[in-house]
């Protein structure tokens, strides 16, 4: 979904590492350091705290997708100011102050749409239209669009495409 709106996205793929074990030294590969030096925002899914703590290192304004706990994120703040570690990547507002990732969080984030109505002739609410403004990372939000678009606005339909959205949910 991101690679929809941010054409030069890179994916980078880590060796994994048991995260309960303690790395004395983590050398990450030529290209991935090159990849961090390029990058104008690092997005982490890495679930080893030693190697999101030497990425996060590198001074790049980084989101952290694996949530570690606040004292995690305050020891990585105190090398790295621009990082943030949101309690859910679907749950994201623009509002960090850090301007990389804001305008992430303006496009991929908690879900906003914007909903065009008709009305039968008993004033009942038609969903004609549906998209999105900010969608969720994952693509669940733009997923169940179709599953809504010319449903009466009822309840029972609102709580049927919420849950939808969340079964569709990669998080």
Same mark, same amino acid.
């Given at each position: ?5 941010? &054409? ?10 048991? &995260? ?8 990450? &590969? ?8 390029? $990058?104008?925002? %690092? ?5 080893? &705290?030693?190697?999101?703590?030497? =990425? ?30 949101? =309690? ?8 960090? #102050? =850090? ?20 009305? %039968?002739?008993?004033? =009942? ?14 693509? $669940? ?8 678009? #010319? ?11 919420? %849950? ?8």
């Amino acid at each position: 979904m991101v690679k929809t709106k941010y &054409p030069e996205t890179e994916l980078l793929i880590l060796e994994e590492h048991d &995260p309960t074990m303690f790395l004395d030294d983590v050398e990450l &590969p030529e290209e991935v350091e090159k990849a961090i030096q390029n $990058a104008d925002l %690092l997005i982490s899914y890495i679930r080893h &705290p030693d190697v999101v703590f030497e =990425i996060c290192d590198r001074q790049k304004p980084t989101i952290l997708a694996i949530n570690f706990g606040q004292g995690f994120l305050n020891q990585v703040k105190s090398s790295n100011p621009k990082v943030v570690q949101p =309690i859910s990547m679907c749950n994201s507002t623009p509002d960090t #102050g =850090i301007e990389e990732i804001d305008e992430y969080f303006r496009k991929f984030g908690s879900p906003v749409y914007k909903v065009e109505l008709d009305y %039968l002739k008993d004033h =009942i609410p038609i969903v004609r239209e549906i998209s999105l403004i900010v969608e969720s990372p994952c693509g $669940a939000s733009n997923a169940s669009l179709d599953l809504i678009k #010319g449903k009466e606005v009822t309840l029972e339909n609102l709580n049927a495409f919420a %849950l939808n959205v969340r079964q569709e949910c990669r998080e």
